[in-house]
């Protein structure tokens, strides 16, 4: 799997004018100068190859997309939000987006059991509470890629 890291242009800016700062005026033991520590924030992009493909889902834990959102990219089998990957799932979610590509099934319980919902490819659902009728608690999911 690749991996993509895309640098802002004002990010490579800043970092550019951190390296050519004026030197501080701390000194060694010695005597020398040497300039003030420089710490430059890179925001980063990191990207795969399912993400750039359009098969990912992902879900807020706020309606109409608010808040931080938990991105799953498929194809992806998560058997029960207790696993590891699918902890923040587990939380209570109440808006989701879908992918192009992406068609997600999600279950009321863990190994897809009892009722479940699902959402064709570019599906943008802003009150899932209510849609999903079981308290947005998903407790396991299928995340399909289309070709």
Not at 17 to 31: E, F, I, M, R
């Amino acid at each position: 799997m690749r991996t993509f890291v895309k640098i802002a242009p004002l990010a490579t800016l800043a970092l550019l004018a951190a390296c050519t700062a004026p030197t501080g005026k701390l000194q060694t033991s010695t005597g020398d100068t040497q300039p003030q520590p420089v710490v430059v924030k890179v925001p980063i992009q990191v990207s795969s190859p399912g993400l750039e493909a359009g098969c990912w889902v992902q879900f807020y834990q706020e309606r109409y997309f608010a808040g931080d959102p938990a991105t799953v990219v498929g194809p992806a089998t998560i058997e029960s939000a207790d696993e590891a990957s699918g902890k923040q799932l587990k939380r209570d979610i109440d808006s989701l987006v879908t992918g192009p590509k992406a068609t997600l099934r999600v279950y009321q319980h863990a190994m897809f059991k009892d009722r479940s919902i699902t959402f064709g490819p570019n599906s943008r659902e802003g009150g899932l509470i209510t849609k999903l009728g079981f308290g947005g608690r998903i407790q396991s999911l299928q995340l399909d890629c289309a070709s």
